[in-house]
């Protein structure tokens, strides 16, 4: 199986939140061969932890941990690369399917 994760979704594998057994679930429930996430989550995912410390949900050493981890992690997913047909081809399936709820149709779709 193939999985896409934003990163506010990638965040939740590095840092206990309510959802963070769902996701952790996807794993223990199917054989995930490949972990695609935004490029632009290199970036975003340091600004969420860096939230999280200064908002001090996190520890200095808690934070440095999960962002080395994240490091460390990389090489195990696969970047893809925003440009305007990305955009422009979420907005249309936000479009079409956010109203029933984008993440039951990505589910659907095994996305």
């Given amino acids: 199986m193939k999985v896409f994760f934003d990163t506010s979704s ?6 206990k939140e309510d959802e963070t057994p769902v996701l952790k ?11 695609f996430v935004s ?15 200064r908002t001090k949900d996190l520890l200095t050493q808690e934070a440095d941990a999960i962002i ?9 997913f ?6 305007s047909e990305i955009i422009g081809s979420s907005q ?7 109203i029933e709820s984008v993440r039951r149709n990505t589910a659907r779709f095994g996305i």
Avoid: Q
């Fill in 78 to 83: 696969s970047f893809i690369s925003v440009d």
């Fill in 25 to 35: 679930k996807i794993f223990l429930d199917n054989v995930v061969t490949e972990i």
């Fill in 92 to 98: 249309k399936f936000i479009g079409k399917y956010g």
């Fill in 68 to 76: 080395g981890a994240f490091v460390a992690d990389e090489r195990k």
């Fill in 39 to 53: 490029e632009i989550t290199k970036a975003e995912f340091f600004s969420a932890i860096y939230k999280k410390l």
């Fill in 10 to 15: 990638l965040i939740k594998l590095y840092f």
